[in-house]
T-cell receptor
């Protein structure tokens, strides 16, 4: 079964509008971490935001916020006030068993390509 | 966040040859990870490299094809051996590193090595 599901292969948004990129996950662990990365055409993976399963508040980093709904197993990324430079691929990822140092692997979703138009 | 550099940034290689990719981190880290991203795909973990011990390979990846060295806490190399066109990918080095807010949970990636095999 897919651990990380990103159902939107592509999304379009106008500059200055907000956009939500969907991510659902599947795990039986109680402790896990969720990540969002941005990958521009250059290929680098840019860390955006992290949410731990025990974090009581939704993570925020500048224009990025993570809408964490634990019961629904969803971790959607919200980008406010989109900019042209936000056009890129966005990957959701999960690390299971964060309290167990033996589990280190990040599992990635298939990504969502975001295009911001003027 | 950790500053990670990779060399080379890109290369075009002939079938049957080998390429060694270097990864340098600006701080000491226990574990370094090597990921592969095939064209149009998501990221897949190749192996985890601990200093002073053999790397741990994921299913589908073997040491003969992807030998890894980890001579110290800031450096690792990944060799792609006996290359074929199917090895054309972006290869990314990654580390868990302390951040100002949540030490050792966030994970960062190097800029990647874009490999094309002819």
């Amino acid at each position: 079964a897919q651990k990380i599901t990103q159902t939107q292969p592509g999304m379009f948004v106008q500059e200055k509008e907000a956009v939500t990129l969907d991510c659902t996950y599947d795990t039986s662990d109680q402790s896990y971490g969720l990540f969002w990365y941005k990958q521009p055409s250059s290929g680098e993976m840019i860390f955006l935001i992290y949410q731990g399963s025990y974090d009581e508040q939704n993570a925020t980093e500048g224009r990025y916020s993570l809408n964490f709904q634990k019961a629904r197993k969803s971790a959607n990324l919200v980008i406010s006030a989109s900019q042209l430079g936000d056009s890129a691929m966005y990957f959701c990822a999960m690390r299971e068993g964060i309290l167990n140092t033996g589990f280190q692997k990040l599992v990635f979703g298939t990504g969502t390509r975001l295009l911001v138009s003027p | 966040s950790a500053v990670i550099s990779q060399k080379p940034s890109r290369d075009i290689c002939q079938r049957g040859t080998s390429l060694t990719i270097q990864c340098q981190v600006d701080s000491q880290v226990t574990m370094m990870f090597w990921y592969r991203q095939q064209p149009g795909q998501s990221l897949t973990l190749i192996a985890t490299a601990n200093q002073g011990s053999e790397a741990t390979y994921e299913s589908g990846f073997v040491i003969d094809k992807f030998p890894i060295s980890r001579p110290n806490l800031t450096f690792s190399t990944l060799t792609v051996s006996n290359m074929s066109p199917e090895d054309s990918s972006i290869y990314l080095c990654s580390v868990r590193a302390p951040s100002g807010r949540i030490p050792y949970n966030e994970q960062f990636f190097g800029p990647g090595t874009r490999l094309t095999v002819l």
